[in-house]
Every structure is written in C-alpha cells, then in structure tokens.
C-alpha cells in the first residue's frame, strides 16, 4: 500500500502545475479515453441485453410456452388432450386454436395473412395478446360475428380501421357454374393491436375460434391447444411430458424451438461486441503506459532527488503506480457514471434525436423492433469496472519499474 507521503507525490503528478501542462494533458486524455470507452462499452451490453428482453417478451406475448398440434392439421381428441394437459402440475392454463392462411383485401389493397383462430376468454392465460391492443379488445371477438383483429403494420398496409369490413379470401375454391372460385368471407375490423415486431404486426390477424372453424370448414375440430408452464425454461420438457401422457400422436413444439436462431445469434453477438469493445478499453488503458512513460522522463531530475535524501526504490515504484491508478480509477469510475446515465435514459435520448432530426434508427421493415430498448444489469457494469481497472494497474507496472531503477547520478549529470 501507498504511504501518505507516496500518494500526495502521486497525485500531485497527475495534476502538474509545472510549465510543462503537457504532461498533464496527456493525463486528461488518458482518464478521458478510458471514460469513453467504459461508457460504450456499458451502453452497447446494455442496448443487446435490451434486444433480448424486449425479444422474449414480444415473442412470448403472441405465442405461447408451448403447443401441440395435429398431424394432419386437425388434432385428435383434443377433449382428452386438454384434460391430460390441466393435470399436470406444471401447467397453468390451456386455451385451444386454429391456424390457416388466406389473403386479405380491402378496396385496392390486398396483403397476405396467417389467421389465427383464438377463444378470447382462455388466450388470455396462455399469451398476451390482450395486453398489446392499441384499439378494440380482444373480448369482442365474440363467434358468429365475424369480427377480426389486426397488427397495426397490417392494418395500414390495407389501409383499414375499426369498423371496416375487410374480404378474407382463401385459395380453397368452391365449384360453381362458372368454375372454381376462392371461397371469400367479409369480417368486420373490431381491434389492432401492436408488439413491435414487424414479422407479427404485419402477417398475423385473430378471429373468433368459431369463424375460424366455419371459415376453415372445420367443423368442431381444432388444430392444436397451447400451453402456459410454470417455468418457462421447462418448456420442452413439460410439453413433451404431456405429449407422451396422452399417448396419441401429434406433433411438440415450444418457444425455445421456435425462435433459438434469434436468441443464439444475439448471444454470439453479445459475445463478440463485448470482446471488440474489451479491446477499445484495453487501448484506452494501455495509453496510461506512454503517459508515464512520458512522466518519468519529465520527471527524472524530481526522482534523482527523492533517491538521494534516501528515498527507497519501492517507493519511488509506488508513487508512479498510484499516478496511474489515479488515472485509471478516475477515467473508470467517470465511464461507469457516463454509462450508466445513458443506458438508463437511452430510449429517452434516441426519442430526443428522432424526433429533432427526422430520422428512424431502426426501421420496423427491416428489424425485428423497431425501438431501441436498453437494460442495464448492474453485473456487467461491476464486471466491465474490474476489467478496466485491471488493465489501468497493469498499465502501470512497466513505467512504475523504469522510474524505481533510474540512477540519480545519471539523472543529474547534465541538471
């Protein structure tokens, strides 16, 4: 540990009144580099930590857990299925639906569609659908009436709203005196909802379960039940638990399958940022070896001084290291503030920048979220903290070792 004697010396250094400010210049620019790049670095994992949750839960808020589906596209016994399903402990609710694909058209404008027939009341359990409706409510798709619920991309790709009656055309035909002609059902538009996504605010449309099966010719058949699970990394397990209980054969599938390609490659590019940013703050300390470095040099007639009253090398080994440290816990403690002001307030600045110079960072037609989420975890800022100060103290050992071994009489040959 530095005496009171090494650390006043040190610190004085860092903050030279000298004629030459040159020295503490660089010091600056060496406390400033290491902020910056401590501050980036807690930004950009802040920003892909966002990315993955506001990926999570907009996934999970238009499908489910888990879901079981037909074969053939009808499943089997679903009474049986959802009873087998209830019973397991694991499960918290079970809410059946059917699936098709059609074209949707209104006046001039016509869009592709996935139609999701869904019963309001237990969707609700099992995704949160509910919880993402801008207009309408999900409670109104009431069967019989026809009525449809849009994603807000979609909605203005037809250009409908609520109350318009939009034509769902199905490439399944019905044989006429004039020939095969796609069957067409009007549904009145009752709500739009929005996640974010654009994969689902722009394709996907729900209906009542029973239109749906009406508009499918399904009868009372369905095509598969979702689940909600008590832990939602138990996913795979608990469906595959219930597929087997119920014996039939059908087809499993969770949230894990359906979606890991986004969830792995943001774990690679987390990965991969944090190690190229890692450098930038490597670069940043290591620039606290050429300021001492230069220090030393300035300094060698101060040193030649301190060794001749008596002065041990270990001390004079210890005051350049507490210059440097000062430097690096500075720059480091600077870069976390920084950080950590910016990512809790990102959303708020990008708002601030969109709206005054007319720009989309994100375009919902490209990305799949269009906003630019941040979720700062307190782990990686003490983590990036460490990693800074580390390098900061091992930027110190080589200049500190060059001043402790500096001969006095060489020192002062030509003073």
């Avoid at 809790?344 to 110079?357: D, G």
Wanted: proline share 3%.
């Amino acid at each position: 540990m530095s005496s009171p004697f090494e650390f006043w010396i040190g610190a004085r250094y860092v903050r030279s009144r000298s004629s030459n400010s040159f020295v503490s210049l660089i010091s600056a620019i060496s406390m400033l580099g290491i902020a910056i790049a401590v501050m980036v670095l807690i930004v950009v994992m802040s920003v892909v930590n966002g990315f993955e949750r506001e990926l999570k839960d907009r996934l999970l808020a238009m499908t489910a857990h888990a879901s079981i589906e037909g074969t053939e596209g009808v499943l089997p016994g679903p009474e049986k299925l959802t009873t087998t399903a209830l019973e397991n402990s694991r499960v918290k609710a079970v809410a059946p639906y059917v699936d098709g694909k059609g074209l949707l058209v209104f006046q001039k404008q016509i869009s592709g569609v996935e139609i999701h027939g869904i019963d309001p009341l237990l969707e609700r359990g099992v995704s949160g659908i509910s919880d993402v409706m801008q207009q309408g409510s999900l409670s109104d798709l009431v069967s019989g009436e026809f009525n449809i619920v849009l994603g807000i991309e979609l909605a203005d790709t037809l250009q409908a709203s609520i109350g318009d009656k939009v034509t769902v055309m199905l490439a399944e035909g019905r044989v006429t005196p004039a020939g095969v002609l796609p069957r067409t059902k009007r549904f009145t538009v009752n709500g739009i909802y929005r996640v974010g996504m654009y994969e689902f605010d722009r394709r996907l449309a729900f209906v009542n379960i029973g239109d749906a099966q009406k508009l499918f010719r399904m009868q009372t058949g369905i095509s598969g039940i979702r689940l909600a699970v008590t832990d939602l990394y138990e996913a795979p397990a608990i469906v595959r638990e219930v597929a087997l209980e119920n014996g039939e054969l059908v087809m499993i599938s969770d949230w894990t399958r359906l979606h890991v390609n986004f969830f792995r490659s943001i774990q690679i590019t987390k990965s991969i940022l944090f190690v190229i940013l890692l450098m930038v703050v490597a670069v940043a300390a290591f620039n606290i070896v050429s300021t001492l470095v230069m220090v030393v040099k300035d300094k060698q007639s101060d040193i030649a001084i301190l060794r001749t009253i008596g002065t041990h090398p270990s001390s004079i080994l210890k005051i350049f290291i507490t210059q440097g440290s000062i430097v690096g816990v500075v720059g480091t403690l600077a870069g976390v503030a920084l950080g950590m002001l910016l990512a809790l307030n990102l959303e708020s600045v990008i708002t601030f920048f969109e709206s005054a110079f007319g720009i989309k960072f994100l375009a919902a037609d490209v990305y799949f979220i269009s906003d630019l989420p941040s979720d700062l975890h307190y782990g990686d800022v003490a983590f990036i903290a460490v990693i800074a100060l580390v390098l900061a103290l091992l930027s110190t050992i080589y200049p500190a070792m060059v001043a402790a071994k500096t001969a006095p009489a060489e020192a002062l040959r030509y003073d």
